[in-house]
């Protein structure tokens, strides 16, 4: 199993991506990968953007909604490797396209936070 590790525009060390799926830096699931199409998903099934061939996770900042996907199985929890290696020279976005990590990455939460987490009463 290949860990790739996921970094964001500035270079930061962001998540990682191993078959399929997107962890975040402590090996939580966060979202899947459509690996036809390159298409992102949170956990919920809902989309968060595409992967772009530099490695990020990255959005058009106006868009028509997506539809939803079916999740696969949650994986298990990423054993993450204990360093990274440095960030590769990543150009400049254009205005209408977003860094989903560096932007918004309310859209890519663990199973227990975001809308699937129950209300404590």
Request: proline content about 8%; hydrophobic content about 35%; glycine content about 10%.
């Amino acid at each position: 199993m290949k860990i790739i590790p996921i970094f964001t525009t500035r270079g930061e060390h962001a998540a990682f991506y191993s078959d399929g799926y997107i962890f975040n830096t402590g090996g939580e699931w966060i979202g899947f990968v459509d690996t036809r199409n390159g298409y992102v998903y949170a956990i919920d099934g809902e989309y968060v953007g595409y992967f772009a061939k530099d490695g990020r996770i990255l959005r058009k900042r106006s868009m028509e909604d997506m539809p939803k996907r079916t999740p696969p199985t949650a994986p298990k929890r990423l054993t993450v490797p204990t360093s990274v290696p440095l960030p590769p020279l990543i150009g400049d976005l254009t205005f209408d396209t977003i860094d989903v990590l560096e932007e918004m990455p309310e859209r890519l939460h663990t199973i227990d936070s975001g809308e699937l987490k129950e209300d404590m009463d």
